[in-house]
């Protein structure tokens, strides 16, 4: 086993050896989402520093989102030609240096630039490929594979939430970035050594393969279905991660106690990762996407009623991780159900463009409206985001329904 930029042959899919490489994306892309939802833990200590209100302060988390799933657009296609390892190597790099300089800045725009190109383009080079590069190992288990990897996502959040915030509450917000990119360096040197690029025309699954170029794809309907139901799905959901933490203090609960219940979406998505995507085979992937979406409301009506109420906001993260997992995990077996896995990297790349969209439209929007008018209008207007993009969904037919040729 060593570090190799050369297609697997055809006998890595499927295998032992495919599995480890899914091992080591999880473990990646773990720490690069859960760094990335820990930015609740910072908000008010960053917020009071620099003396700016949320809407402000929640732009660096919106550019970041925009870079982390945006330049799938751009990481996508460089998979597709050079394989995982070199955008690891490269996005691991600008993640750690990310980091330690967002520690030392003295002016809230500097953290503008040092986060969300750190963070945010840095894990932007590697997510997407690492994603697309796990689905293309497997053509007999590719939902369970792809649902480790975005497992790995849960756990990240689940252990780097907490232990974010104790750190900010020990040392400091500062140190507490340092200590981030020591994690970030150590998980991916590990996770170089696990990957393996996979077969050049690995295709599987119940669609063949597909050449659609980019512009042949977003004129493509039933693309546009999914890329707008991702879309409207995710301003929901990440003004929501924006703000569980701020709003659960201002009803009088504890920063270390809101950590904790944010971390329990992290817990409950893995169970929507893991168990949830054994249901594709029986509800097709398809369904078992918009099952999802019809979930999510549930979730931010329960958080809606909660205001300081520990029980409700237990409950509320426990649904919206178990249903957002499942989402989540569903969404790239979707895309290849869809479009086949020729040319993944740029297919899973548009994909991850719906979800930086979202996060830079809806966390910025969402503090400024909590400015105005408080917690309650923002839910209000996640739940409407997640219903249209249910609406929305209702357009990913047409490929599905087609027969496979060969």
Known sequence: ?????????????????????????????????????????????????????RGSTAVIFALTLLLFFGFGLVSGPLYDRHGPLPLLLAGGGLFVAGLLLTSIVNQLWLGYITYSLGV??????????LTGAGGALFTKRRAAALGVIAAGNGLGTLVLIPLSQRLIDDYGWRVAYRWLAIIGLVGFVIAAFAIVRPPARSTG??????????????????????????????????????????????????SGRAAQIFSLIGLSSIV??????????????????????????????IWFLAEGNEALLVLFALVLGTTYGGFVAIAPEVTITLFGTANVGRLIGLLFLSFGMGGLIGPPAAGWLADASGQRPVIVAVVVMVVIGLVISAGMTKRALAPATT
């Open 120 to 129: 945010g383009l840095g894990s932007g080079c590697f997510v997407a490929p």
């Open 272 to 301: 929507g990762r893991l168990g949830l995507t054994g249901l594709a085979g029986k509800l097709g992937p398809i369904n078992l996407y918009r099952l999802m979406l019809v979930f999510q409301p549930v979730a931010y009506a």
């Open 1 to 53: 086993m060593g570090i190799s930029t050369a297609h697997a042959s055809e006998s890595v899919v499927d295998s032992s050896r495919a599995w480890l490489a899914v091992v080591g994306i999880a473990l990646a892309n773990g720490i690069a989402f859960g760094t990335a939802y820990t930015f609740g833990t910072f908000f008010d200590a960053m917020a009071e520093e620099f003396d700016a209100n």
């Open 205 to 254: 699954g119940s669609q063949p393969a597909t050449t659609d170029s980019t512009g042949e794809l977003v004129a493509d309907p039933v693309f546009r279905s999914l890329f707008g139901s991702a879309t409207f799905m995710s301003i929901g959901l990440f003004s929501a991660f924006a703000f569980i933490i701020p709003f659960a203090t201002d009803n009088g609960i504890s």
